[in-house]
């Protein structure tokens, strides 16, 4: 099994930055793919970035590209989402996501096998 634990959201004006954080345990040797999804209120879950076991390929939503990245640290289990230049419509519960076998598909939350509890976040305009 793997826990993932996400950290690093809060409260931010509109045009802030934040950056989160998802920490890796258990079974880590395992992983492959990580993903960061997003789930506002009365709204399905949403993919946000995606990136691949060694970090060599990452993948966006239209609607957070140039503004937000994704990178991965396997020395620390860790996987990162850098959200520059926010918006009021980015509020939304951020989860992080990964799975224990190889596939091409990042945007769809059923190509994941772990996810974590969440961390809000709030961009106030």
């Known amino acids: 099994q793997v826990q993932l634990v996400e950290s690093g959201g809060g409260s931010v004006q509109a045009g802030g930055s934040l950056r989160l954080s998802c920490s890796a345990s258990?079974?880590?040797?395992?992983?492959?793919?990580m993903g960061w999804f997003r789930q506002a209120p009365g709204k399905e879950r949403q993919f946000v970035a995606g990136?691949?076991?060694?970090?060599?390929?990452?993948y966006y939503a239209d609607s957070v590209k140039g503004g937000f990245t994704i990178s991965r640290d396997n020395a620390k289990n860790t996987v990162y989402l850098q959200m520059n230049s926010l918006k009021s419509e980015d509020t939304a519960v951020y989860y992080c996501?990964?799975?224990?076998?190889?596939?091409?598909?990042?945007?769809?939350?059923?190509?994941?096998?772990?996810w974590g509890q969440g961390t809000q976040v709030t961009v106030s305009s």
């Open positions: 996501a990964a799975r224990s076998y190889s596939s091409t598909t990042y945007s769809s939350p059923t190509s994941y096998d772990y």
């Open positions: 258990g079974r880590t040797f395992s992983l492959y793919g």
């Open positions: 990136i691949s076991w060694r970090g060599s390929f990452t």
